[in-house]
């Protein structure tokens, strides 16, 4: 039975809602579980069959000083700026289209305080990011790196050797994947009709 370590897990975790790690309790908790996992059936999360240790340590390391520091600063703009604060949502294009890459970045950046994924585009492997104190086209340009950022060490940590390579070639070349913001903002050319010759005989 492929669900059982999931089935198993959420029995715990409903154990741990409920605060009564009693045999009854999880035994609901299964079989919730398991009408959820076999009703609410989501696609297999393909694996990549690496991981770097190393990377996942710098990413640990980022992620947790990420959280510490924006806690002191969303207590201090709630008591300093409170509701003057102005907020954005920041369109974020990964770079990798795979599921697992998508979902984890987006875990990633909504577990940091002050920020949060309110939408995903999988098509386009798009996150809506909505984010405290954004003042200007600048701090959301700052987010937007940052976010990339994450999905680059995370890419790193555990992504696929193609989705590696388009990382490592961002360092080689000194840029980010997609378009910056000068060329977001530059209107596309309309594609003009040159007049044909006449034709001769």
């Known amino acids: 039975m492929l669900d059982l370590p999931l089935i198993l897990f959420l029995g715990v975790f409903w154990m741990a809602v409920w605060q009564s790690f009693e045999i009854g309790t999880f035994l609901i908790g299964l079989v919730y579980a398991t009408i ?27 992620f947790l000083s990420k959280m510490v520091l924006a806690s002191f600063q969303v207590s201090w703009l709630a008591v300093v700026k409170g509701p003057r604060i102005r907020n954005s949502i920041i ?15 987006g875990h990633a950046l909504a577990l940091v305080p002050g920020s949060l994924v309110i939408d995903v585009d999988r098509t386009t492997a798009t996150l809506y990011l909505h984010a405290l104190n954004v003042t200007d086209d600048h701090a959301a340009e700052r987010i937007r790196q940052d976010a990339l950022r994450t999905e680059a060490l995370l890419i790193r940590t555990a992504g696929s050797r193609s989705d590696l390579a388009v990382v490592k070639a961002e360092t080689r070349l000194g840029r980010v994947a997609g378009l910056s913001k000068t060329q977001r903002d530059t209107p596309f050319a309309a594609p003009t009709s040159e007049p044909r010759g006449e034709e001769t005989q």
């Open 36 to 62: 959820l996992v076999r009703v609410f059936y989501l696609p297999p999360l393909r694996g990549t069959g690496r991981v770097n240790l190393f990377w996942g340590a710098v990413f640990l390391v980022r």
């Open 91 to 105: 369109a974020i294009q990964l770079r990798s289209h795979d599921d697992l890459m998508i979902t984890l970045t």
